[in-house]
């Protein structure tokens, strides 16, 4: 814990703020369920327990993880400050192909060697020591961010804890029948020479003819074209035109689909035709997946390579032909293009195709290329045999528990999803042809030296926990003894998926009944991206029912995605990536650029990057802090599906810690000052020894801590951070200490200035503690300098009372809607102030005309009105002089300021319509510029929004400029 926490800096600064308070709450085991608990009696206030959506161990935090861990926080802080026993698990994932590209490139680059050469038992040593040594970044950066975790739980997907759940959990589904091995398509990736998921595609859109950068070419590689060609009729008597935007595919063709009820090839349908190149007939079959409608109506059919036509040749019993190898060459069944490189063999075989004048034409496609997010190569479908597991029993369980209420998913919107995802599920591939990662516990038999039968076929494969155990299980299955069997284990490994589906059990100890398990399974919540509701929520959902027979969580709250302030998806080629330590920290526009230097990018990208980054970062980024980081993104989660985030908008939370900082230190000098002063019980503050502004203040505490509370409970999050905001902010500090101030100015402090003392105190400990969870950091420092009410307090905000709605009972709805009416009055004399340049140490004389229910208004509140509005007095329904400035404030009241002989009309008079001119120009100037023709094609979104702010602000401005300058005439 720091020390001289009474001497305080001039200024905020997150630096200082930060240091050493993350240190200490670890030490003293605020962030432990054990913290002050006796888990053999239950705690009634209940219990909070989550696991963190564990981050991969290659890289480092995204805004994606800020916002994340930012949520989740939030949520724990607030739980564990409600009195709960609280566990929120942290973790990190293996990240199976992330990881093993990385350390790949390291070991080329430093070692010149290949995996291959090194061997697989020498790789994965490799790849623990990078994991020893680099492994501890995210930690670290989680750290920074605040995250009150338990780190003695911390789990890594493949500590050996994790790996035995994971081979106990593919062992039981296997021997149930719900994980199996078949050959179907996958998705393949060349340069990995793996399989991937269909999270790791990403689907690029394309217009018409784009040029890639493709793994493994010099030459960029043209896609967004569709190329038609004919096929000849077997006989030579006529010809069927085919189109497709992966020619070298027809290679592997082994039929043409045409819809049975098209009238224009019915008499075709189980015809033949030849292909150009190889020694094939290819059948015309019927199928009703062809679209009459579309192109020619005949479709060329390659089931080796698509899944659509796989189906197809499933349907109508055709042969699955590979043309492809595992490093994309084609196969020795493609004549004289055997031995080329796929994307070699698409120009080659056009070129022979127009040779034949078989080529018919080729035109501009819009499509989506699927490029692998790991390796930017280009994904080909491609047949493997694989394991798989069996979904739809699975799906419908978690479907109905949905349906049933007995699983909770916030926001409602996303239900629609999850139940599209469930009645349209597929099996999931969970094969990955990786070293790094859980090796697939099956074994291939073999049986006195001779394999009984197709590897391909699950029938000749067992699993087991151990090679004994599966040896036991082979020679129960044959009807042989076990000296007779011998097994060879799969070579992949298991979809990374696969480990982070058992997370939520798997770190208390699954399957050993550990007391964490009995104590802290199932947990409360679950908290994520909306983009990951499948290939994790769900599949955690399902592994848990099944393996668990109870779900894994009650509820699951998805947030927004991240995407920049112009919309776009966070991408490291468009320089929009950041990390947040460099929000935090402050980073150059040189540092990013240095940055992207040392990325994998092509020197193309790296230079849209750094143009992306001088435009969005011009200065680079300011130093902001984690608190006011992660109350931006907190704020923010009202935004639906996505979220733009602006890091501008960070830097100014930034100036409300300093805001914070400054209404703290002046509290500070008066409550210092007032030697005896004690904090009173909250009893003690009663209505009739307070004063309107004390009652008024105590009822807006009052209100905002019912909003905080209701935030958090409905995961309504900007609701709190709003209504914090403006208290502190707009109420507190604007209205109620600018208040203070005459009363704390003598040297002498009187009765009512003590009882404003309590009030003040208790607005910052009530304050302090409603931002917490939000802000860490700086209401910790802040909260630590302030006297307790008892010496048995908590010792940190860590573990103090969140406050509950139940001891704040001063709301006063009444009250506060006469201060209403008041502020209406004090805001439309300080903005005449303003129009006309009055010094704010110019006191003045109003005169009100008003209703008698605003006179007696005016009468409670006139020392705040007089205080705000900057007045010496404040006459109400007296005849005003003349020269008084006319201003309605409503139906009900009007002001009069006499500035005769205040201003000088001449000057006054020149000087608007100096400022008229120059805002009648600027309002010109930004309308030619918005209605440009590509005005809202070519201009980012923030900039136009930022423009027609800047437009709305110049209109108003104008109109009071001309209101003013035509008052004039009438204050002489």
């Known amino acids: 814990m720091k020390k001289n926490l009474r001497t305080m800096p001039n200024a905020y600064n997150p630096k200082y703020v930060e240091s050493a308070w993350y240190e200490w709450w670890e030490k003293e085991g605020f962030f432990k369920p054990e913290y002050k608990r006796d888990y053999d009696k239950p705690n009634p206030k209940g219990q909070f327990v989550m696991v963190i959506p564990p981050p991969n161990v290659t890289g480092s935090l995204h805004l994606g993880h800020a916002l994340t861990n930012s949520i989740e926080d939030a949520i724990t802080r607030w739980h564990r400050m409600k009195g709960k026993t609280v566990l929120w698990v942290p973790g990190c994932d293996h990240a199976g192909i992330a990881t093993q590209v990385v350390v790949e490139k390291m070991l080329e680059r430093q070692e010149g060697k290949t995996r291959h050469e090194l061997g697989r038992e020498a790789f994965t040593k490799k790849v623990w020591e990078w994991k020893d040594k680099k492994g501890s970044r995210i930690y670290d950066q989680l750290k920074r961010l605040g995250s009150s975790v338990d780190w003695d739980r911390a789990c890594f997907t493949m500590d050996q804890k994790m790996c035995n759940a994971v081979t106990e959990a593919f062992v039981r589904l296997h021997k149930k029948g719900l994980i199996y091995r078949s050959k179907r398509l996958v998705n393949w990736s060349c340069s990995l020479k793996s399989a991937i998921s269909d999270l790791e595609v990403e689907k690029v859109e394309v217009t018409g003819r784009t040029l890639f950068s493709v793994p493994g070419y010099t030459e960029q590689v043209e896609f967004g074209v569709i190329v038609s060609f004919a096929y000849q009729l077997d006989g030579g008597s006529g010809e069927i035109v085919v189109a497709t935007t992966r020619v070298e595919t027809m290679l592997g063709d082994t039929a043409v689909a045409v819809h049975p009820k098209d009238e224009r090839y019915r008499h075709l349908i189980g015809k033949y035709i030849s292909h150009p190149f190889l020694d094939r007939k290819i059948p015309i079959v019927a199928d009703e997946m062809v679209d009459i409608n579309f192109g020619t109506g005949a479709v060329k059919i390659t089931p080796g390579h698509d899944q659509n036509d796989f189906e197809v040749g499933i349907r109508n019993k055709l042969d699955l032909i590979t043309i492809f190898d595992d490093n994309g060459i084609l196969t020795d069944n493609c004549g004289k293009f055997s031995g080329m ?436 950091y700086v209401s910790e420092e802040l909260y630590q300098r302030l006297p307790r009410r008892d010496t048995s307090d908590p010792p940190s905000l860590c573990v103090t009372p969140y406050p509950e709605e139940s001891e704040y009972t001063w709301d006063d709805p009444e009250l506060e809607s006469g201060f209403d009416q008041v502020k209406k009055i004090y805001e439309t004399i300080r903005k005449s102030r303003a129009t006309y340049q009055l010094q704010k140490g110019l006191k003045i004389k109003v005169y009100v005309k008003a209703s008698r229910e605003i006179e007696d208004l005016i009468s409670k509140w006139k020392d705040v009105l007089m205080t705000l509005a900057y007045c010496e007095d404040v006459i109400v329904n007296q005849p005003p002089p003349e020269g008084c400035l006319f201003l309605t404030v409503s139906d009900m009241c009007e002001c009069h300021i006499p500035l005769q002989g205040i201003i000088d009309l001449a000057k006054e008079t020149s000087r608007m319509d100096s400022e008229i001119k120059d805002l009648t120009a600027r309002i010109e100037s930004l309308n030619k510029k918005m209605g440009a023709p590509a005005y809202l094609t070519k201009v980012p979104l923030r900039v136009r929004q930022e423009e027609a702010e800047k437009m709305k602000q110049y209109q108003s401005e104008l109109t009071l400029k001309e209101t003013a300058l035509q008052a004039l005439p009438k204050l002489t």
């Open 341 to 776: 490189k796929r994307f070699d063999a698409r120009k080659a075989v056009m070129i022979a195709l127009e040779e034949l004048k078989l080529l018919r034409d080729v035109k501009d496609n819009p499509m989506f290329v699927p490029i692998c997010s790991r390796s930017k190569d280009v994904v080909e479908p491609i047949l493997k045999p694989q394991w798989y597991v069996k979904c739809e029993g699975m799906a419908s369980k978690a479907s109905q528990a949905v349906k049933n209420g007995d699983l909770k998913i916030i926001p409602d919107m996303h239900k629609k999803t999850w139940f599209q995802w469930m009645e349209n599920i597929r099996d999931w591939c969970i094969s990955r042809q990786l070293w790094w990662g859980h090796r697939i516990p099956a074994y291939f038999v073999t049986i006195a030296g001779q394999p009984v039968g197709d590897k391909d076929d699950d029938k000749f494969w067992v699993s087991g926990r151990t090679m004994e155990e599966a040896k036991r299980s082979a020679a129960d299955k044959f009807k042989v003894t076990e000296d007779s069997i011998s097994l060879t284990q799969d070579e992949d490994v298991l979809d990374t998926w696969f480990s982070s589906a058992l997370f939520p059990f798997s770190v208390f100890g699954w399957p050993q009944k550990t007391k964490d398990l009995e104590l802290f399974y199932p947990g409360t919540l679950l908290e994520t991206g909306h983009d990951i509701i499948f290939f994790w929520v769900a599949r955690m959902v399902f592994f848990a029912q099944e393996l668990t027979e109870t779900l894994p969580f009650r509820e699951v709250y998805l947030h927004a995605m991240v995407r920049d302030a112009h919309g776009r998806k966070m991408s490291k080629s468009l320089g929009n990536v950041i990390d947040p330590i460099d929000v935090i920290d402050g980073i150059t526009l040189e540092k990013l650029h240095s940055m992207l230097e040392d990325s994998n990018l092509h020197p193309r990208e790296i230079e849209k990057a750094k143009k992306g980054q001088r435009e969005e970062y011009p200065e680079g980024i300011p130093e902001c802090g984690t608190d006011a980081l992660r109350f931006t993104l907190c704020d923010y989660t009202q935004q639906g599906r996505d979220m733009n985030l602006d890091v501008q908008r960070v830097h100014a939370k930034r100036k409300f810690c300093n805001k914070l900082w400054n209404l703290t230190k002046f509290a500070m000098k008066y409550l210092d000052e007032y030697e005896s002063f004690k904090p009173e019980p909250l009893s003690s503050l009663k209505p009739s020894h307070l004063s309107f502004k004390d009652r008024w203040i105590l009822s807006r505490i009052s209100n905002v801590v019912r909003l905080c509370n209701e935030g958090f409970e409905k995961y309504d999050f900007s609701l709190a951070t709003k209504s914090i905001q403006v208290f502190f902010q707009e109420e507190l500090s604007d209205v109620y200490i600018e208040c203070l101030k005459p009363l704390f100015q003598g040297k002498l402090i009187s009765d009512a200035a003590k009882v404003s003392c309590q009030v003040l105190y208790t607005c910052l400990d009530v304050g302090f503690r409603l931002i917490a969870p939000f802000m860490p």
